[in-house]
Structures are given as structure tokens and as C-alpha cells.
């Protein structure tokens, strides 16, 4: 039987065409990361197992991670994200490293997920982090710099909602207002952030079973339906807009409003699913309903820094997965046509490769990517293969142009030629 020619499930091979896209995504991402003052960082695929053990969800660790023993009997695993990872880095270096820090990277990331649209086993994505900095300003540059990447693809704000909830908050809601234990709260917000993926009638059905029987006949459920149901800060009850929490997650909305983003609202539902967020969480949906779906998300995670034995460091960060951003590009028609990277494509007519080579020389000398016919092929052939590439500019090269010095640059779309020499040739590539 013959090998198949399939990537690994849930994984994709990258053919030109899709290279082409992610270099643009990727460009782009730096580029506004970079213009916030953001540095790139990267570090190795494998980890040690444990450093997701300490701290950073069930299903992630349990489910989802590739985990294996390495030939020393090291436990590792390949990073389902990087979120330890560059707590791990700051740690390392804590003393010496100048705050706020602010760092990004855009590694590939490993998940046991079963594969369907926007999720994959395999998956790039930005991180973009900020350290040491305690109070909203960093929850508010971190909103900024994500609306600031939607702009720069051509995104208009209607395109996408960020929502924003505060882990203090749910907390505060869950033990004190509705009185829930420890485990019952821990069954609860893994409900509630799964609760897209269920009718309202099985969540119900579902939370009652957390509870005990006094708390449902005290109408513990409803309370928390109308929780999960207000739209904006000022449903909450009285007491719940008190809270610090409450107050912070005002102010960010507030200074949000202020500065310009319209979009950013209150999620009472919105939980990450990870341990380590210890203040303001925060997605951004597609609102699109042909792709209705969390496009990134982050959040404050004052304590993982400091899971490495070292001070704890204030930080706030978030991941932006490159499939979710190409569905998003791709429903909302923001994907530009891309350019092949070759500038130009030169046919050879004859055995002319020799003469040809200076001539090519000088081309690439000249700033502009060349690529080379294969000499012997018909010219018919060769402008064929250019058009496959998609490559719009040909310059033949023959023994009748060298004799004369005189050269054909076509344009392949139009089917403009135009005769040139040689020691002009660059420049009208660049305007053919
Ligand atoms: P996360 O919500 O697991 O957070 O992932 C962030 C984003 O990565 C998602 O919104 C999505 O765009 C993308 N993503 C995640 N899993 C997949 C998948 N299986 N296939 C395709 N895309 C995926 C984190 O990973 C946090 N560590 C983010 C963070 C950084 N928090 C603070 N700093």
C-alpha cells in the first residue's frame, strides 16, 4: 500500500499559498506588537510536565496535553500553550529583567482537541504579555493593542465584540452572594464555561445537581441564571457593584470608552478556562453569526511567576490563535490577495544560461527576487510554469535579445510587452 500523503490529524502542512498567509498574519502581529513596545521571545517546543501541573486547568493537563518520557525517563510535554512557559523565562531572570516588561511571541502549540472549524491539534499563536504592572493601565494597553491588530487587517469595530469579566468577581458571586462551597463552585464555573456547548434546559439540569437540595428549593439556580443573564454591570445585584472587583472592571470599561473602543462590554459568563487568572478575563467574538466564536483571550494572572520561587510578578496577557484570525479574515472578506514572493520570472530561449547569468545578477543586485526558467524547456513551458506560481512579470532571455541587447519584459496578466536594455531592465520590471 502506498504511504498517504496526509499530514498528522488535526495538523497542516504549510504549501506556499498558506505560508503566504501566515507570513502576512504573522507580519502583522509583529508589527503592532513591536509598535507598543512589545519584544519577541521564543523558547523550546518540550517542556517539563510539571510546569503545567502546578497550575493551569484540568482539562488542558488531563485531556488535551501530547505527554510522553523522553529517553532519559523525563516526563515533557509538547506546550499546549505558552502562558508557563514565559512565566518560567521572567522567573528565571526576575531580578534582573527591567518592568514593565513587555513581551510577545508566536509559537505553535500542541492540544489532543478533536478537530473541527477554529479548532485544530496544532495551532500558531500570539502571546502578548505585559509584567509588573498592578493596575488596569495594563488591562487597558492589552485591550488597545488587540483592537489596534483588528484595524491593521481592516477590521471595522462592528466586526467584533470583546467581552470582559473579573475572577474576583464570579468569585465573589459564586461563594458569598450565592453561598456555593469549593467544589460546588468549581463544578459551576467549568459549567458556565462550557455552557455555549449546551441547551439552557441541560445546564440547569446540570447545575441543580451541584447543589443541595436546600440550595435549590432557596432558588440558588435562578439566582444564578439572572447573574449569567445581566448584559451589563449595572444588572448585577447592589452589593456585587460594590465589590473592588466590580469597581475595577468599570473603570477598565470606563478608560476602554474613553479611548475610543466602543465594543467592550460586560460577560458575566465569561470564565477561561484556566486555574491561573486571578483578575480581569477577557475574549473577543466574532459577531458575525456564520462564525460566531471566541477569536482570542486573556486576562490578569498575578501568581505563575511566582510558582518558580521567585517574588510574584503582576501580569496580564493574551493568545490569538492564527485559525480563528484566518476564519475571521476569511468571513469577513479582509483577506487581501497575495502577492507571490518572486518579482519576476526569466524565460530562457535556447542554451543561454551563461549569458544569462550576469544579467540575473544584477537583477537580485538590483533588489528584485528572481526566479530562473530551466534552459532547454519550451518557452510556452516556461511561462506556464511562471503563471502557476503565480508570478505576473517574464523577461525573456534569448540568443536574438543578447545579440541585440535588447530584452522582452511581459507582463503576464495584461499581456503589455515592452523591448528594454539590459541596463534598464530593472526598473521596468518594477513598472511592467
Ligand atoms: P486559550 O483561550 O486556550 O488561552 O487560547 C487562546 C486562543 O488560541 C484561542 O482564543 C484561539 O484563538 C487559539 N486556540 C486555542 N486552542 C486552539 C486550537 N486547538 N486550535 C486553534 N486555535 C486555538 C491561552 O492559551 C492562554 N495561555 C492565553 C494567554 C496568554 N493568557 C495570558 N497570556
Known sequence: MALSTQPYKGARDFYPEDKRLQKYMFAKWRQVAERFGYEEYDAPILEPLDIYLA?????????????????????????????????????????????????????????????QRGRLREHWQLNVDIFGVKDTSAELEMIILVDAIFRSFGAKSDMYEIRLNDRVLVDYLLADYLGLNEKSRQTVSKL???????????????????????QREAGVTEKLLALLDAKKL????????????????????????????????????LMRGFDYYTGVVFEVFDTNPENNR?????????????????????????????????????????LPALQPETDVYVALIGDVSHQATPIVADLRQGGLNVAVGAAGKKIGDQLKNADKKGIERVLIIGETELKNGMFTVKNLKTGQETKVAAAKLAKAIKEA
Open 294 to 334: 471566541s477569536l482570542l483571550g486573556g486576562g490578569r494572572y498575578d501568581g505563575l511567576v511566582g510558582l518558580f520561587g521567585v517574588a510574584p510578578v503582576p501580569t496580564v496577557g493574551f493568545g490569538w490563535g492564527d485559525v480563528t484570525l484566518a476564519n475571521f479574515l476569511e468571513t469577513h472578506r479582509l
Open 55 to 115: 497550575k493551569t486547568g484540568d482539562e488542558i493537563v488531563n485531556e488535551q496535553t501530547y505527554a510522553f518520557e523522553d529517553r532519559g525517563g523525563r516526563k515533557v510535554v509538547i506546550r499546549p500553550e505558552m502562558t508557563p512557559t514565559v512565566s518560567r523565562m521572567v522567573a528565571a531572570r526576575r531580578q534582573e529583567l527591567g518592568y514593565p516588561l513587555r513581551w510577545y511571541s508566536i509559537p505553535n502549540l500542541w492540544r489532543y482537541e478533536r478537530p
Open 192 to 214: 458556565i464555561d462550557r455552557m455555549p456547548k449546551m441547551s439552557r434546559s441541560v445546564f440547569i439540569s446540570k447545575v441543580d445537581e451541584s447543589l443541595t437540595a436546600k
Open 234 to 269: 449595572q444588572d448585577l445585584p447592589a452589593e456585587a457593584q460594590k465589590q473592588p472587583s466590580a469597581q475595577e472592571l468599570k473603570t477598565v470599561l470606563d478608560q476602554l470608552k474613553a479611548a475610543g473602543i466602543k465594543t467592550a462590554r460586560f460577560d458575566g459568563t
